[in-house]
């Protein structure tokens, strides 16, 4: 396992229910050093991200949900790789600066 998967699963190894998508998202913003870390369930149907978790700026702050369409999550849904915006994305997710997006599927 490398080191940024460990420090993850150390972070959250403790965490069980909803402590566990806090526990989640805070570890994974911390250890990749950013300011966002969302996770999110994907309903396949309606394409939609209801948010599970959501950490910003040191903090857990209010949930969020957005359909899938026209975001940087579409293209990871589609072609199930990373994708790294830097540029612009205040106009997709107002609230998120960078984004680093990689789908975790069928845990």
Same mark, same amino acid.
């Given at each position: ?8 699963? *150390?972070?959250?190894? !403790? ?9 989640? %998202?805070?570890?994974?913003? @911390?250890?990749?050093? %950013?300011?966002?870390? =969302?996770?999110? *369930?994907?309903? /396949?149907e ?8 959501? =950490?910003?700026?040191?903090?857990? !702050? *209010?949930? %969020?949900e ?11 849904? /589609?072609?199930?790789?990373? %994708? ?6 205040? *106009? ?7 984004? @680093? ?6 845990l």
């Amino acid at each position: 396992m490398d080191t940024i998967s460990k420090k993850i699963v *150390e972070g959250t190894a !403790t965490e069980t229910g909803e402590g566990f998508f806090n526990s989640l %998202v805070k570890n994974l913003a @911390l250890t990749l050093n %950013v300011p966002a870390a =969302w996770v999110t *369930e994907y309903v /396949d149907e309606y394409r939609q991200l209801p948010g599970l978790d959501f =950490w910003l700026d040191g903090k857990l !702050t *209010e949930n %969020v949900e957005f359909m899938a369409a026209g975001t940087p999550c579409e293209a990871v849904l /589609d072609r199930g790789r990373r %994708v790294h915006v830097t540029d612009g994305i205040e *106009e997709v997710f107002a609230m998120v600066y960078i984004q @680093l997006a990689k789908p975790v599927l069928n845990l």
